[in-house]
């Protein structure tokens, strides 16, 4: 069955720092993937998604991941966090049902 | 307007109450869905609503019975609810049903309504 692992529970850095979040899933064909946040409160936002082409995606917000086929891999990352980024990130990819399946999530803290 | 949205933000009810939630989009979108998401958890799909035609039932119980009354707007009647069921319940439309290329569309979401059964 199509899966999301997203193995950090939670993850701490600095403004200012660079970020990744990892994120493996499980799926026999090419998977349809996506980033979501979740700020407090809030439903979940798009921040990108990756269905075929660039292996490198950019999205809103300064977020960018990369898809590696090699590793069953699709992270996260950011240059420069800012501390408006704290919030919940959801990996998540669509199965052969053609439903969304979410991760268990990464709560991002963002230290001043 | 890209906006999904979701009323009450809050409610509070007891085991023999009768509520609505509601969800509403006026992005001209074909597809709405309901998540039902626990703390610290992912959104879990409820239902699937493709046309105002109900397409996905996730085996979620009868005491929620969600409702498409036209293209803009989406209800789930809440009836004899358990404590178990407090949760966050999420609205989301998209332009057709298909998650994938085929439809390469993104659902959106609303903020959700917390709901609590005392």
């Known amino acids: 069955a199509q899966s999301v692992t997203q193995p950090d529970i939670h993850i701490t850095v600095s403004e200012g720092a660079s970020l990744e979040l990892r994120c493996n899933y499980s799926y026999g064909a090419t998977p349809y993937l996506f980033w979501y946040v979740q700020s407090p409160g809030q439903g979940l936002q798009l921040l990108l998604k990756?269905?075929?082409?660039?292996?490198l995606v950019q999205g809103i917000k300064g977020f960018e991941a990369e898809f590696k086929r090699s590793q069953s891999s699709f992270n996260l990352r950011k240059p420069s966090v800012h501390w408006s980024d704290a919030a919940e990130y959801f990996c998540?990819?669509?199965?052969?049902?053609?439903?969304?399946?979410f991760g268990k999530g990464t709560r991002l803290h963002i230290l001043p | 307007d890209t906006e999904v949205t979701q009323t009450p933000k809050h409610l509070v009810m007891g085991m023999t109450n009768k509520k609505s939630l509601k969800c509403e989009q006026h992005?001209?979108?074909?597809?709405m869905y309901w998540y039902k998401q626990k703390a610290k958890k992912p959104p879990e799909l409820m239902f699937v609503?493709?046309?105002?035609?109900?397409?996905i039932n996730e085996s979620v119980p009868s005491r929620f019975s969600p409702e498409c009354p036209n293209s803009s707007l989406l209800n789930l009647h809440l009836h004899a609810l358990q404590p178990e069921d407090s949760a966050l319940y999420l609205c989301a439309s998209s332009l057709i049903r298909t998650a994938g290329p085929r439809g390469n569309n993104e659902q959106f979401f609303g903020p959700g309504t917390r709901l609590t059964v005392l």
């Open positions: 990756y269905f075929s082409g660039d292996t």
């Open positions: 998540a990819v669509v199965n052969r049902d053609d439903k969304i399946i």
């Open positions: 609503y493709s046309y105002e035609k109900l397409s």
């Open positions: 992005m001209g979108h074909r597809a």
